[in-house]
């Protein structure tokens, strides 16, 4: 009696059910896993191109050879170079220039060019009425060998950083002037 309802009962439980189930879990995760190695595959490196230039970190402390070191003389003289920078995704070419002397303990230092009045552009011994000055044309700043700001300009002229490697002058990032007393 017991047989035949234990055979009763199994003929009404729906058959392989447990079976079934685990088959369509096994397919969703393997359709799931699959498509989302996919969608990785994609995404990822759409992702990565993307923020890629935004996690570099910005080329700080670069520099560029300018002249060799025996060029170099007390009397400033004026230098141009290029400067590839690279900011984000934008690549641009700065052509810029420095007055650069060696002081007199032998000390190779770079002024910029760029008047600390509103901009212009400086150039050294160039008004006979200024006789060993940087004299700015616009509206007649004047500064010391050293950028030290005589008239006009409220501040010294700005230093670019300097190195000496295997006896080439290199220039870099354009800072406040550290001479002029
Ligand atoms: S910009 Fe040089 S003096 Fe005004």
């Given at each position: 009696m017991s047989n035949q309802h234990d055979q009763h009962e199994s003929s009404h439980r729906p058959p392989n059910r447990r079976k079934e189930m685990s088959r369509r879990q096994f397919l969703t995760y393997t359709l799931g896993g699959a498509t989302a190695y996919m969608a990785g595959g994609v995404v990822l490196p759409m992702l990565r191109f993307a923020v890629d230039p935004v996690l570099h970190?910005?080329?700080?402390?670069n520099f560029v050879k300018v002249v060799?070191?025996?060029?170099?003389?007390?009397e400033p003289q004026e230098f141009s170079f290029e400067l590839h920078q690279q900011d984000g995704w934008y690549a641009s070419t700065a052509s810029l220039t420095a007055w650069i002397r060696k002081d007199e303990s032998g000390k190779i230092y770079a002024l910029s060019?760029?008047?600390?009045?509103?901009?212009c552009t400086v150039g050294w011994n160039n008004d006979k009425g200024f006789p060993n000055e940087y004299h700015c044309?616009?509206?007649?700043a004047q500064y010391t060998?050293?950028?030290?700001?005589?008239?006009?300009?409220p501040k010294p002229l700005d230093e670019y950083k300097v190195k000496i490697d295997k006896d080439w002058v290199y220039l870099g990032d354009i800072v406040p002037n550290t001479r002029a007393k």
């Amino acid at each position: 009696m017991s047989n035949q309802h234990d055979q009763h009962e199994s003929s009404h439980r729906p058959p392989n059910r447990r079976k079934e189930m685990s088959r369509r879990q096994f397919l969703t995760y393997t359709l799931g896993g699959a498509t989302a190695y996919m969608a990785g595959g994609v995404v990822l490196p759409m992702l990565r191109f993307a923020v890629d230039p935004v996690l570099h970190k910005k080329t700080e402390g670069n520099f560029v050879k300018v002249v060799e070191v025996s060029k170099i003389t007390d009397e400033p003289q004026e230098f141009s170079f290029e400067l590839h920078q690279q900011d984000g995704w934008y690549a641009s070419t700065a052509s810029l220039t420095a007055w650069i002397r060696k002081d007199e303990s032998g000390k190779i230092y770079a002024l910029s060019p760029i008047c600390k009045h509103l901009g212009c552009t400086v150039g050294w011994n160039n008004d006979k009425g200024f006789p060993n000055e940087y004299h700015c044309p616009c509206h007649g700043a004047q500064y010391t060998k050293d950028g030290k700001n005589l008239a006009v300009a409220p501040k010294p002229l700005d230093e670019y950083k300097v190195k000496i490697d295997k006896d080439w002058v290199y220039l870099g990032d354009i800072v406040p002037n550290t001479r002029a007393k």
